[in-house]
Nanobody, 123 residues
Framework: QVQLVESGGGLVQAGGSLRLSCAAS????????VGWYRQAPGKPRELVAA???????RYAGSVKGRFTISRDNAKNTVYLEMNNLKPEDTAIYYC?????????????????WGQGTQVTVSS
């Protein structure tokens, strides 16, 4: 089973940028679909961005044009570059990987989650 550790979160002012990293261990995930998700207080976890050979890239409408998902298979790491951050982007951000692009697009179908990394955007 792949173990994932998120990092790179922090406090940033609106309009600022952050780059999140998701390091995988226990197995390589170069062939897996990968995704970034977020959960704000009182709200369900939602898909932010996903990537796989089947779907290529997919973004939530609210982040399209501002966030970019990428992966470095040599480092077994997935990134989420976040630009022009807004207060509504404040949440805990999680990553995940799965052999199925179908499941990676639906966080309710994923069973295991890491600790996530907190992103707070001040106005």
């Amino acid at each position: 089973q792949v173990q994932l550790v998120e990092s790179g979160g922090g406090l940033v002012q609106a309009g600022g940028s952050l780059r999140l990293s998701c390091a995988a261990s226990g197995s390589t995930f170069s062939d897996n679909a990968v995704g970034w998700y977020r959960q704000a207080p009182g709200k369900p976890r939602e898909l932010v961005a996903a990537m796989s050979p089947v779907i290529r890239t997919r973004y939530a409408g609210s982040v399209k044009g501002r966030f970019t998902i990428s992966r470095d298979n040599a480092k077994n790491t997935v990134y989420l570059e976040m630009n022009n951050l807004k207060p509504e982007d404040t949440a805990i951000y999680y990553c995940n990987a799965d052999s199925s692009a179908y499941r990676i697009l639906s966080p309710d179908r994923l069973d295991f989650w890491g600790q996530g990394t907190q992103v707070t955007v001040s106005s």
